[in-house]
């Protein structure tokens, strides 16, 4: 399986354009290969051809070609065999083919002995960690053989998409079975000693790394600094003890203009499969150490290339990175990975090709541009310095259709400014010296920045970089332009007019005795049919935008279910000028909403759409307004003063999603399952057949006098005070610190309950004269109905979609056992019967699995994991596994506390 002959093994692990680089050769990109200078003869004209991909080199001149040991042979003057040899002995010690031991102890001296890549002589290891490195290497060794013998493992990264043999030769990947380490170490021996501090073994004696695949970390000399382990059977991931050491792929990162930088070594590994060689992990997303900055000044990278991944910790990483990379001379760029891929591997597992990373590489967005140092003659004026100012934007000239700036001597011309935002275009002319170029395009979109700098840059002489540059300066003084304009609040939309027939409808229906059944009647008449509690809530979460304390709501599941439907049919009974439908946000994007945000409902369409969004939003929900600071610089005086834009709150959030959220937003919100059992689908069919119907047709027609009527209604509604007159009687959970924020959001749907039937309960006068509103119990027996189905699936120690699936299996069991006359418990069956019993896909039904499993609700029976014939049963009952919502009082106890029958 592994077996190369060294020949092979040299040419696949020494990049054919980087050793010719090596010799001073420039090359440089031209079509699917490079091109440069022939050292074999006197070559004026670039004549030399290099071909990275199929590892060789022609000379159309001297007609000098063949691979690396060719070139080395032909430069050096000595055979091929002996630059075979010689380039043999250059690679890492690890890739290197070594008699095997037979001495079946370790040893403390060093297995691989000899010259290191790209050094000569032995290796300078300091003699206090001579024994550690050995130690370590043996033991890398030893797991690196256990893989080569263990499908097990094996399947486990082909799994991942990480299935390049020759990567697990190079790069040495191990498996711990388990087994084999204390075999070969005699017990209570110094070695186990040493094993136990590298944190090789446990304290018990036991293989710390016990199933996991590992990877040998080495350092630039070929010595084993680091070890990097990830279980095959879950998410554990480990590292030895104490400081990182070492960088995983470093030793080969010589002669590369860029780098990119991995939250991850299996995030690198998968770039590896991708075909880019120049990668360099870190140890997690803020796992940044003084060893990568020493890589990165050593080896005088021209580009840094972020691709962390794509969740909040990653973009918190980056925002890092950016700061502490700041001061290297080095261009800083993002890689943006499609929605709903979260990390190179995930881009692996989808699919992605060499082609297809190279060109989402090609899209990357600029971060920064280091300032270029002055020349060797002292030159280098404004027009050879990246300005050192925020924005080096001098606004020249503006009207209502065209806006002039100045930077570094180039100036840039900006017409048809109604297209000043994200996903639209203007037209751009810069200029310079009396030449210029003029172009339509998006400033938004990296790609049409990129392609105009460059044509630019071809006309004017200076370079694209520094073009590229100049439009990140001027989206910025066209945020700002905006802000200027925008300052304040903004004009609402104006409100219907009401008459007075439609203010007196809209009274009695807020007077109707059977209000909540009424609205759930229209939701189902606007096309809506089933999941009454989700709808209800959705309706009280939106009434709440006019309380102090809104309810937000996240909903939640699968693609096509339906969460986009449900909020827009809920939200349309709504005053138009009271929401906000967004499918994009910006991180900037909230500060300009017309009309401000203060009693609104927000709809955010997808959450993929709002990831850049994410922080201000949540800071939204919890403290209810938005602040914001932003440099702002005087044109005639060029004096820059820091102000503050706040826009005041509160408002009502909405977002779906079908990934699961982090616990830092669930906790934030209500999440609302959507119904994805075969009875609603039942329910949605009938509907969708019912709309084709004649009876359907008039009914669509009727649900435009069901819309205005609504509209109405909360026209009317007034935002009034909720006094509670039972709180003493109530009570909640208090099983975990989630419940301190539930608690309150169970308070606040009661209060909107009672505020949506105003017009039926009693006001009272406060203290200060104010009318408030009293709650009754009938208000908190339709807000318990709603909280407890909300709060079941919020508090499950697993997902709703697992806890369904286990519901649906038991269901089964029960009937098939029943049938066997057997004990429903000792009833096994398969994941495809539960695929089949379920309908659910593959993905989802691993998902599901895993998360039972793990919560022992279901135990593996027979077979073996990843193998054919893998059983389970089930060891709980739903209700078993349902939560419970101990301490929230019932509405039967509740009306009994306080006296009433």
């Known amino acids: 399986m592994f077996g190369l002959s060294r020949a092979e093994r040299v040419k696949r692990h020494h990049p054919i354009d980087q050793l010719i680089r090596s010799y001073g050769v420039d090359l440089k990109r031209q079509g699917a290969g490079l091109m440069g200078r022939c050292p074999f003869h006197d070559d004026k004209n670039p004549s030399l051809s290099v071909t990275p991909d199929k590892g060789l080199f022609h000379c159309f001149g001297c007609n000098a070609a063949g691979t690396v040991i060719h070139f080395v042979a032909k430069k050096e003057g000595i055979s091929e065999r002996e630059a075979s040899a010689r380039l043999y002995q ?256 995930e881009l692996l597992q989808k699919g992605a090709d060499k082609e297809a990373f190279e060109k989402l590489l090609a899209e990357r967005v600029l971060l920064a541009i280091p300032s270029p140092q002055p020349s060797p003659e002292g030159r280098g004026g404004q027009e050879e310095m990246l300005a050192s100012s925020p924005n080096p934007c001098k606004l020249l000239h503006q009207d209502a259709d065209l806006l002039l700036y100045e930077i570094s001597g180039r100036r840039y011309r900006l017409g048809d400014l109604r297209a000043g935002r994200p996903g639209a275009r203007v037209r751009l002319t810069v200029s310079q010296d009396g030449r210029s170029h003029t172009d339509r395009t998006d400033l938004y979109t990296a790609r049409a920045r990129r392609s105009f700098a460059h044509v630019a840059a071809a006309v004017l002489g200076p370079q694209a970089a520094r073009v590229e540059a100049d439009l990140s300066h001027l989206i910025e003084a066209l945020e700002d332009r905006s802000r200027h304009s925008q300052a304040g609040p903004n004009p609402a939309p104006e409100r219907e007019p009401m008459s007075a027939e439609e203010e007196r409808s809209a009274l009695e229906y807020l007077r109707a005795p059977d209000l909540l059944a009424r609205i759930l009647a229209d939701v189902t008449a606007c096309g809506y049919v089933g999941q009454d509690d989700e709808k209800l809530l959705c309706y009280l979460s939106a009434v709440s935008r006019i309380t102090p304390s809104p309810i937000h709501l996240s909903f939640q599941g699968s693609s096509s279910t339906g969460k986009s439907e449900l909020m827009e049919k809920v939200a349309a009974l709504f005053p138009p000028e009271q929401v906000e439908v967004l499918s994009f946000l910006t991180p900037k994007s909230l500060y300009y909403l017309k009309g401000g945000l203060k009693g609104k409902l927000l709809v955010v369409d997808e959450k993929a759409g709002a990831e850049g969004a994410e922080y201000p939003l949540r800071s939204l929900m919890s403290r209810g307004k938005l602040s914001h600071a932003y440099v702002e610089k005087d044109p005639r005086t060029g004096a820059s003063t820091t102000r503050m834009m706040e826009v005041e709150g509160p408002c009502v959030v909405w977002d779906s999603s079908s990934e699961i959220a982090t616990e830092d937003n669930r906790n934030r919100v209500f999440e609302v399952w959507l119904d994805e059992s075969p009875e609603q689908t039942a329910l949605i069919h009938a509907a969708q057949k019912w709309r084709y119907s004649e009876a359907g047709r008039r009914r669509r027609q009727d649900a435009d006098a069901i819309l205005k009527l609504h509209r109405n209604v909360h026209r009317l509604l007034a935002p009034l005070e909720v006094t509670i007159p039972y709180l003493e009687h109530l009570g909640f959970p208090k099983d975990n610190a989630r419940t301190r924020r539930d608690h309150a959001r169970v308070l606040a749907l009661l209060a909107a309950v009672t505020l949506l039937h105003q017009q039926q309960r009693e006001t009272r006068a406060d203290a200060q004269g104010r009318p408030t509103l009293t709650a009754t119990l009938a208000d908190y027996s339709a807000a318990h109905q709603i909280a407890c189905k909300v709060l079941r699936a919020s508090y499950s120690h697993v997902q709703k979609e697992a806890l369904d699936l286990l519901e649906t299996a038991h269901a089964r069991v029960q009937t098939l056992a029943h049938k066997e006359q057997i004990p429903w418990q000792d009833y096994l069956f398969s994941r495809r019967e539960i695929r089949e019993w379920t309908g659910t896909s593959e993905p989802k039904t691993r998902r599901c699995l895993g998360e039972l499993v793990r919560m022992e609700y279901l135990l593996p029976a027979g077979g073996g994991r990843g193998r054919s014939g893998l059983r389970y049963k089930l060891a709980v009952t739903p209700e078993e596994a349902a939560p419970t919502l101990s301490g929230l009082i019932s509405p039967a106890e509740l009306a009994e506390r306080v006296g009433v029958t």
């Open 90 to 345: 250059q690679l890492p010690a690890a890739f290197r083919d070594e008699a095997p031991r037979k001495d079946p102890h370790l040893t403390l001296r060093d297995p691989h002995p000899g010259p290191l890549p790209g050094g000569e002589g032995v290796r300078n290891i300091p003699p206090l960690d001579l024994e550690a490195h050995s130690l370590l290497a043996a033991v890398c060794r030893i797991y690196h053989e256990s893989f080569k013998e263990s499908p097990a493992a094996q399947r486990y990264l082909e799994g991942r998409s990480l299935s390049n043999k020759d990567l697990w030769l190079r790069y040495q990947v191990g498996y711990c079975e388990g087994g084999k380490l204390k075999d070969a170490i005699l017990h209570g021996s110094e070695q186990e000693e040493q094993l136990r501090e590298l944190g090789l073994l446990n304290d018990k004696g036991n293989e710390s790394f016990y199933k996991c695949v590992t990877f040998p970390i080495q350092d630039e000399r070929g010595a084993y600094v680091g070890l990097y382990g990830r279980s095959i059977e879950g998410q554990r991931q480990l590292y030895l003890k104490g400081p990182h050491k070492g960088v995983w792929n470093g030793p080969l990162l010589n002669g590369h203009d860029s780098v990119i930088l991995t939250e991850s070594i299996l995030d690198a590994f998968s770039l590896l499969h991708l075909g880019q060689l120049s990668v360099m992990p870190l140890y997690g997303a803020h796992g940044f150490t003084p060893e990568h900055l020493r890589l990165l000044e050593q080896h005088n990278f021209k580009e840094a290339i972020l691709a962390l991944d794509n969740d909040e910790a990653g973009r918190q990483g980056s925002e890092r990175l950016r700061e502490k990379l700041a001061r290297l001379p080095l261009k800083l760029s993002i890689l943006q990975l499609p929605e709903g891929v979260k990390d190179p591997n």
